[in-house]
């Protein structure tokens, strides 16, 4: 599941160490199954620790193997002992213990280097690279690209053919195809808004995923994009993202879509292709906006929208509903 492009594996561990670490119990299978990796439960294999926190439906992996190690509530681990699970630690807070362990089994590569522009980097003919950039370990630019000053490109990051990296741009965890466009101070692939909570109180929640944008992308000046928390957060081919606008972790947005200042779209959102937002529009997570929808600027998106739909207002709805509802509203000021 990681993509070892960004991310070390520091060490294997087995059912009987993790449990130890997170003050748990091995409650079903073998203590002495060994992991390398993380991932969601659903898609995870015997190589995998994954969690599962109380009340979420659940099946047995994708492929049929199932999960390696699961953290999961006592009463979930009663329930899973029929699944293909290897191991089964219960602990109280099954996302918290996940956080512990999962950071002894794999960590980002190290930034730390001597020099600006790491010998280990592929860079092909004809790139411009300006004055206080930086280069990371294994990071890939193809021919014709422009990185300029003081951006920051991290290990592993693969650029594609002549794009344009703006000044104080931050790269990590993440691939960008042919012709992209970054303006300056944009961010791509830090970690988003992930949090689980024990006795000990809040923790932040690894992102092991990566951010993946298609060809002829632009995206605005002091515009952010979080890798996900598992998987890809991906942009669409042509998608054209104005100043400082948020994507959280793992929203997968089609082609040819345009968002207008100041838009923020939450976690786990999914956006069609030819989406069109004015500014200011907010998004709750895991909603879909279904191809060719417009949104008037400030609205405020709370349910999934289907195909070429138009609308606006907080909270949003079809645009003309809205409309009605405030020329009410003005005619009842008059009375």
Not at 71 to 86: I, N, Q
Not at 118 to 130: E, R
Not at 171 to 199: M, R, W, Y
């Amino acid at each position: 599941m990681l993509d070892r492009r960004f991310y070390e594996i520091k060490k294997p561990l087995s059912a009987a160490q993790i449990a130890h670490t997170v003050s748990g119990r091995v409650e079903v299978g073998d203590e002495n199954h060994l992991v390398s990796s993380v991932a969601p439960f659903l898609i995870a294999d015997e190589n995998d620790l994954t969690f599962l926190r109380a009340g979420t439906p659940f099946g047995a992996g994708s492929d049929g193997r199932g999960a390696g190690i699961c953290l999961a509530t006592p009463d979930m681990a009663k329930e899973l002992a029929s699944t293909d699970v290897r191991a089964i630690i219960s602990v109280t807070h099954p996302q918290a213990a996940f956080v512990r362990a999962s950071q002894l089994i794999a960590v980002p590569y190290s930034a730390q280097q001597d020099q600006p522009i790491s010998p280990l980097a592929q860079i092909a003919p004809g790139v411009q690279i300006d004055a206080g950039a930086i280069i990371g370990a294994h990071a890939v630019i193809g021919k014709g690209t422009h990185i300029g000053p003081h951006a920051v490109i991290g290990c592993g990051v693969e650029i594609g053919a002549n794009c344009d990296i703006g000044a104080g741009a931050a790269l990590s965890f993440c691939q960008l195809g042919n012709g992209v466009k970054i303006f300056a101070g944009a961010v791509i692939g830090s970690s988003g808004l992930g949090t689980a909570s024990d006795e000990g109180g809040l923790l932040d929640m690894p992102h092991f995923g990566i951010v993946e944008i298609a060809d002829a992308v632009t995206l605005g000046a002091n515009s952010t994009i979080d890798r996900g928390v598992f998987g890809a957060t991906r942009i669409g081919a042509r998608c054209k993202i104005d100043n400082l606008v948020h994507i959280a972790h793992n929203v997968q947005m089609g082609e040819d879509c345009a968002l207008a200042a100041l838009c923020g779209i939450s976690g786990s959102v999914t956006i069609g292709n030819n989406v069109l937002m004015g500014g200011r529009v907010g998004i709750v997570d895991h909603v879909t906006i279904a191809d060719g929808v417009r949104l008037s600027g400030a609205s405020v998106v709370t349910k999934s929208i289907g195909k070429n739909e138009i609308w606006g207002g907080h909270p949003a709805r079809p645009l003309s509903e809205f409309l009605r509802t405030q020329a009410q509203i003005r005619r009842l000021g008059k009375t």
